[in-house]
């Protein structure tokens, strides 16, 4: 299989939460895939979150229900285990739509709303950390 090559940042859309052209950051140290949202709360079998880009009035503090999530345990670049809830959604890129399994992450710290990891990035994709942007380019023509 060809793959395509992706530049260190970009925006994709969301199509199963509704979000369009989401800041994502490219990361291929880590390897799940996360999206930042706080309030996060499990109750009577339903999850419910807030998303959080700060980018994009529309989307800013948008409530997100989810019934069908798992929960799983991630290690951080510093060694710290975090027990996390993850869900499966769309991505759109390079107008192509993939299934993705999202953790849901309090990332107010860092400047993307969303880091795509390995697992989504194998088989699919190249990374050249000199491009930014290409799927949203591509887009735009």
Do not use: W
């Not at 706080?38 to 009577?44: R, S, T």
């Not at 990035?121 to 942007?133: A, H």
Request: glycine share 4%; with cysteine; charged share 30%.
């Amino acid at each position: 299989m060809e793959k395509t090559v992706i530049g260190r940042f970009d925006k994709a859309d969301f199509p199963a939460l509704h979000l369009d052209d989401i800041a994502i950051k490219i990361d291929t140290g880590a390897y799940t895939s996360s999206i930042h949202c706080e309030n996060i709360v499990e109750k009577d079998g339903v999850l419910e979150c807030t998303f959080l880009d700060e980018e994009h009035p529309l989307y800013n503090g948008k409530k997100f229900t989810f019934s069908d999530y798992d929960i799983v345990f991630v290690r951080s670049s510093n060694g710290i285990i975090q027990k996390r809830y993850q869900v499966i959604s769309t991505i759109k890129i390079f107008n192509k739509v993939y299934k993705i399994s999202l953790s849901l992450s309090s990332r107010q710290e860092m400047r993307f709303p969303v880091l795509i990891g390995r697992k989504f990035l194998t088989k699919k994709f190249i990374v050249d950390t000199e491009l930014t942007d290409v799927s949203y380019n591509l887009k735009q023509k």
